[in-house]
T-cell receptor, first 113, second 114 residues
Framework: EAGVAQSPRYKIIEKRQSVAFWCNPI?????LYWYQQILGQGPKLLIQ????????DSQLPKDRFSAERLKGVDSTLKIQPAKLEDSAVYLC???????????FGPGTRLTVT | AQTVTQSQPEMSVQEAETVTLSCTYD???????LFWYKQPPSRQMILVIR??????QNATENRFSVNFQKAAKSFSLKISDSQLGDAAMYFC???????????FGSGTRLLVRP
């Protein structure tokens, strides 16, 4: 069984630029999560999808971050414009349904200069 | 608000020895789940062990076991017969039964000396 795929693995951008991350969950997984992991901290949930609907986006900075999961499969997370404090690893995870075990992807390391 | 605290930024263990990683949490809920995740340098989080709060028996997975003290809100991870491959960041996490959001601690880096 293929795991959660994410791309790119690394991204370096200048502040005020935009960036997008892509996530492909495990086949058949209805729930998808995006986490932000700042260096030295544990992951923090940004947004959770159930199929193509948003379940929780309470910690998503909506003035600059957006995410979508149009067909209930792949998802993209966008930052526009980026700030220095957005430098972090962005982890995508998926689960069969809400409350089931979450499987994580390898993450995208973003550096904003 | 629920919080998870890992007070040991780094721990070191000799190969084949036993090490215990500490975790405390704060919640007013009675039904919840606790987890330990391993994050190697590849960054991929891997579930190590899970504990349901309603279960009194401590969870065990091969060399990994927990000491769950509900009244003290403590959830420590014991790794027996440590192996070089156990070297990684370990995160304690909490989830309410009524929510699906994982709340993570700040992590403990485990070093394994050959």
């Amino acid at each position: 069984e293929a795991g959660v795929a994410q791309s790119p693995r690394y991204k370096i951008i200048e502040k005020r630029q935009s960036v997008a991350f892509w996530c492909n969950p495990i086949s058949g997984h209805a729930t998808l999560y995006w986490y932000q992991q700042i260096l030295g901290q544990g992951p923090k949930l940004l947004i959770q999808f159930q199929n193509n609907g948003v379940v929780d986006d309470s910690q998503l900075p909506k003035d600059r971050f957006s995410a979508e999961r149009l067909k209930g499969v792949d998802s993209t997370l966008k930052i526009q414009p980026a700030k220095l404090e957005d430098s972090a690893v962005y982890l995508c995870a998926s689960s069969l349904a809400m409350g089931f075990e979450q499987y994580f992807g390898p993450g995208t390391r973003l550096t904003v200069t | 608000a629920q919080t998870v605290t890992q007070s040991q930024p780094e721990m070191s263990v000799q190969e084949a020895e036993t090490v215990t990683l500490s975790c405390t949490y704060d919640t007013s809920e009675s039904d919840y789940y606790l987890f330990w995740y391993k994050q190697p340098p590849s960054r991929q989080m891997i579930l190590v062990i899970r504990q349901e709060a309603y279960k009194q028996q401590n969870a065990t997975e091969n060399r990994f076991s927990v000491n769950f003290q509900k009244a003290a809100k403590s959830f420590s991870l014991k790794i027996s017969d440590s192996q070089l491959g156990d070297a990684a960041m370990y995160f304690c996490a909490y989830r309410m039964d009524s929510s699906y959001k994982l709340i993570f601690g700040s992590g403990t880096r485990l070093l394994v000396r050959p």
